[in-house]
């Protein structure tokens, strides 16, 4: 079997007509940008990994609607709810129980959390017949209020352990994620936590890769399509929904863990209404149907926000609003589908071989 055999076998489980990126020459620009990015610390420096750091955990958040949204048609503004119940959760059991061993096991356990509260609330909507533009309002709903119960645990009979809420102050000094027993433990920060988030990044891409091209993928694209007809045709609907909407609260725990241990910090604010937006607009701009447009929209976005309010400019979100109007304008599929396709058609157009490209967007 030649080189070029093996490439195409080991990339094949992540293809399929459900993602953009089906070519040998799409996965060998991936290779290439995967080895930048994990040459960057290298080039500029454990600072600024670090700060690339938060565009890439935000990144695992944005797939976790993706998911859920564009795969499954579930509009949900609670992502933020599972983001910020793992950041808190890790937050109260590692500080609590202060070692390098419990500060490792908070990791999974926070995640566990964020994913059991997504199956609780996940359960009641949709075994409960809540659809369409209710189950947004539902887990908005269920953002504000956890924001407002937290803005006011600020006395101090709200503590829990050792460790107090802090009302709207949040809950600073947290721990660094850590791994290892004792003196051998490995804590990460600067270049070592990039390089983690990274890797935890592009596993959630390729598996969200292989999940939707397989035949649960197919499943849930269907139940967005058509609810009813996929349910006359055998399938549990609110199984499927369940189990997405579960997954998506386990990815966006994920980012929620490394959120909290990135800034060593977490506040009510995660639940918000302008944080709970944010993913939204990451999704709508780079194409809610679209696992590399939620990436790459996210880290473009919030790359952008961030020079904005380092400049001191306090329109940084009315900028991204207006992004956000021009793309529900102009290019309502997304950014990245829309130029795959104008890619694909240039191909079409000159006669270039485009056996090898798919020809279905996310």
Known sequence: ????????????????????????????????????????????????????????????????????????????FGQVVFFGVAGYSFALISMNL???????????????????????????????????VYVTILTLVVALVLNTFMAQTAGSEWTVGSVPLGGFNGIPAIPSLAFGVGETAITLDGASFYWFTLVALVATYLGLRALVNGRFGYTMVATREDEDRTE???????????????LGGALAGLSGVLYATWGNYVSPSVFGITFASIPVVWVAVGGRRSLLGAVVATVAIEWFRQQLSVTGSQYALIVVGVVLLLAILFVPEGVVPRLNTVIISARDRFGTNTDTAEGTPE
């Open 98 to 132: 202060s070692s390098t061993l419990t500060t490792m096991l908070a990791f999974p356990v926070s995640v566990g959390i964020a994913t059991l509260v997504a199956l609780v609330l996940g359960y009641f909507m949709f075994y409960g017949e809540v659809r369409d």
């Open 1 to 76: 079997m030649s080189l070029g055999e093996t490439f195409d076998r080991l990339c094949r489980p992540f293809e399929g007509p459900n993602t953009i990126g089906n070519s040998r020459g799409f996965w060998l620009g991936f290779v290439v940008v995967l080895v930048g990015l994990f040459g960057y610390p290298i080039g500029f420096g454990a600072y600024a990994a670090s700060s690339a750091a938060l565009y890439l955990l935000y990144a695992i958040l944005a797939l976790s609607l993706t998911v859920i949204w564009g795969y499954t048609g579930i509009l949900s």
């Open 232 to 246: 006359m045709l055998g399938y549990d609907v609110r199984r499927v929904k369940l189990l997405v909407f579960a």
